[in-house]
């Protein structure tokens, strides 16, 4: 996947919220929780980093080109480079990262999201 297309992918998403902060890290929010930032585009090496599921971590950072994310890993985030994984694999990944995030939130802050139940 490019940068564009992992973009485009993550504001498909229900309440995803686009900031660009820390030096032109494009940050991906729901509810204002960061769900996934693509990193690294400043040095020509672009990233998706991205919440994972504590198995799913443990799988993914085994795998050439993902690796703990810097500063994040400790909550289970990874750093993929955007060939690493197939197109499908990793919006899944970011799909499943967006519910982990969402799930997070208050349920009031869900219904905003995703209207009532």
Same mark, same amino acid.
Request: hydrophobic share 50%; with cysteine; net charge neutral.
């Given at each position: ?61 085994? =795998?050439?080109?993902? /690796?703990? *994310?810097?500063? &994040?890993?400790? @909550? !289970?985030?990874?750093? #993929? %480079? ?8 990793? =919006?899944?990944?970011? /799909?499943? *990262?967006?519910? &982990?995030?969402? @799930? !997070?939130?208050?349920? #009031? %802050? ?8």
């Amino acid at each position: 996947m490019t940068p564009e297309t992992v973009e485009d992918f993550c504001l498909t998403l229900p309440g995803a919220m686009l900031s660009v902060q820390w030096g032109g890290a494009h940050v991906f929010k729901v509810g204002g929780k960061i769900f996934a930032i693509l990193a690294g585009m400043s040095r020509g090496e672009p990233e998706a980093w991205f919440k994972a599921s504590e198995f799913s971590y443990i799988l993914l950072v085994e =795998q050439p080109g993902i /690796r703990p *994310a810097p500063y &994040l890993a400790r @909550a !289970k985030w990874v750093a #993929a %480079a955007l060939d690493a994984l197939p197109a499908d694999d990793l =919006q899944a990944y970011l /799909r499943e *990262a967006h519910r &982990l995030v969402l @799930a !997070k939130l208050t349920r #009031a %802050a869900r219904a905003e999201i995703l209207g009532p139940a």
